[in-house]
């Protein structure tokens, strides 16, 4: 019994360094100067030169942990690889920032575990080459705000009227408000728009909880807070 045990830990110790090389070798095209050539996009504003609540919203709703992990938060991750071994397809979430990035820049949506996978790699070679402030940077300028918008500046321009650049004065300051609007879209940017909010009330009520998270993860001041809060219509 004890040769079987020794064995079978050998077996499973070669068939994941198998796995692993697998996926490296996979993984290892990803150009990681692809992130660094965002920076010529004619919208791209640095984290770093918006007000610190446009960024935190995104945060709030998609990744909590973002300043804390190494590009995978393996409390999400665990579980939506279980789910995916279950279900065979990775149709659970757990993706950070970082991965969401991965999966924009260089892989396809389809929803697969080996997708997740590969998604995981070369999040953490991200991770590994860019600053924290340089990733979410590149994220808010690859994720889709309907209308053919990919670029949070671009989004706060066509709908708010509003820049995210703190140092531009040629339009009004992208406000909280209108921070988690945008944040509270990309989920399901077919069905919620920025500028139906006033009307649409699924919105206004997502809206709330982006606002929510941002208050209770101390993103925002209870000023600011309450502030955003008012800015949303009541219903009668």
């Given at each position: 019994?004890?040769?079987?045990?020794?064995?079978?830990?050998?077996?499973?110790?070669?068939?994941?360094?198998?796995?692993?090389?697998?996926?490296?070798?996979?993984?290892?095209?990803?150009?990681?100067?692809?992130?660094?050539?965002?920076?010529?996009?004619?919208?791209?504003?640095?984290?770093?030169?918006?007000?610190?609540?446009?960024?935190?919203?995104?945060?709030?709703?998609?990744?909590?942990?973002?300043?804390?992990?190494?590009?995978?938060?393996?409390?999400?991750?665990?579980?939506?690889?279980?789910?995916?071994?279950?279900?065979?397809?990775?149709?659970?979430g757990g993706s950070t920032i970082t991965q969401q990035l991965a999966k924009n820049l260089y892989l396809s949506s389809e929803k697969t575990l080996s997708r997740k996978i590969s998604e995981m790699m070369i999040a953490k070679r991200i991770e590994n080459n860019y600053s924290k402030s340089e990733i979410i940077s590149a994220y808010l300028t690859t994720i889709y705000f309907g209308n053919d918008i990919y670029n949070i500046e671009e989004a706060a321009n066509t709908y708010f009227g509003t820049t995210t650049d703190a140092s531009y004065t040629g339009m009004p300051q992208i406000t909280v408000l209108q921070s988690a609007i945008l944040a509270s879209t990309i989920n399901a940017p077919s069905t919620y728009h920025p500028d139906q909010f006033q009307t649409d009330t699924a919105l206004q009520a997502r809206t709330r909880s982006t606002l929510d998270k941002m208050h209770d993860q101390s993103l925002i001041t209870d000023a600011q807070y309450n502030e955003a809060i008012a800015g949303i219509p009541t219903t009668n």
């Open positions: 019994m004890k040769k079987i045990g020794c064995g079978l830990l050998i077996v499973i110790i070669v068939l994941v360094l198998a796995v692993s090389g697998f996926f490296y070798f996979k993984t290892a095209s990803a150009d990681m100067n692809n992130i660094k050539s965002l920076q010529a996009n004619r919208y791209y504003v640095s984290a770093e030169n918006m007000p610190n609540y446009a960024p935190a919203a995104f945060i709030a709703v998609e990744d909590k942990r973002f300043y804390r992990h190494d590009g995978i938060d393996w409390k999400g991750t665990g579980r939506s690889i279980g789910i995916a071994l279950k279900n065979q397809s990775a149709s659970q």
